[in-house]
């Protein structure tokens, strides 16, 4: 649907964020879920849909679920993988740490959640 900002993958490496595979129609989240953690796809595709609806198609490079991580709120949104993945699976402490080594990084998911709030306003 959308192009995601790119990702230097080599700072998760740094950090020691953990990469976990998901099979194609594997659930990564649910809508109500707490969110202690958000997601960056390093192969393959994520649906993020809320109502049986696709919000947005995330493939490689892209991040998903920071919202909930920022704000502690439950997740507004069901993660699902739509092929074979690898995500890198941000927990609070290196969130906080990729902001510290990057502070690109922090922009980037800014710039994120800005693409996203306009493509609202514009669907209303």
Not at 41 to 46: A, E, N, P
Not at 53 to 81: H, Y
Not at 83 to 101: H, K, M, S, Y
């Amino acid at each position: 649907m959308t192009e995601n900002p790119h990702f230097d993958f080599s700072l998760l490496a740094q950090g020691n964020i953990p990469v976990k595979k998901f099979a194609a129609d594997e659930k990564i989240f649910l809508a109500g879920d707490t969110g202690s953690a958000m997601f960056i796809v390093r192969t393959g595709k994520v649906a993020i849909k809320t109502g049986g609806i696709i919000l947005e198609n995330v493939g490689p490079g892209g991040l998903f679920g920071e919202m909930a991580l920022i704000d502690g709120s439950p997740r507004s949104a069901t993660a699902v993988a739509l092929e074979p993945c690898e995500i890198a699976v941000v927990e609070q402490p290196g969130f906080l740490g990729l902001i510290q080594q990057s502070p690109k990084f922090a922009l980037t998911v800014m710039q994120l959640m800005a693409q996203r709030i306009r493509r609202t306003n514009e669907s209303l």
